[in-house]
């Protein structure tokens, strides 16, 4: 499984980024599931969205309406659209894939694979 993110930039509050995320070698016997979580230096990552081949998504409580994940099955892209960011929202963003079977935020140890991230910073 290889990822690359890409898209993080600096912003003030309110404002948006789209993060991507090139993907390769993420699917077995047809099915994946991707998704970003992040991770401020010091503290636990938190899983923040994540999409499954069916099409299913899910979200942290932090972020639902304002984040929204999707992904470009011919161009093997994942995007992480970022709107109406918060201070809280800086932290390195990390693409993740994951077992199918465990395709939720609320799994723990979600993002068994994870690029090298990318940093958003949102000032006040």
């Known amino acids: 499984v290889q990822l690359a993110e890409s898209g993080g930039d600096s912003v003030q509050a309110g404002g948006s980024l789209r993060l991507s995320c090139l993907a390769s070698?993420?699917?077995?016997?047809?099915?994946?599931?991707l998704g970003w979580f992040r991770q401020v230096p010091g503290k636990e990552r938190q899983p923040v969205a994540s999409?499954?081949?069916?099409?299913?998504?899910t979200y942290a409580d932090s972020v639902q309406g304002r984040f929204t994940i999707s992904h470009d099955n011919a161009k093997n892209t994942l995007y992480l659209q970022m709107n109406t960011l918060k201070p809280a929202d800086t932290a390195i963003y990390y693409c993740?894939?994951?077992?199918?079977?465990?395709?939720?935020?609320?799994?723990?140890?979600?993002?068994?694979?994870y690029g090298r991230g990318t940093q958003v910073t949102v000032s006040s």
């Open positions: 070698g993420y699917t077995h016997d047809g099915q994946y599931c």
């Open positions: 993740a894939a994951e077992s199918p079977t465990y395709c939720s935020v609320t799994y723990p140890q979600f993002g068994t694979y």
């Open positions: 999409i499954h081949s069916d099409g299913k998504t």
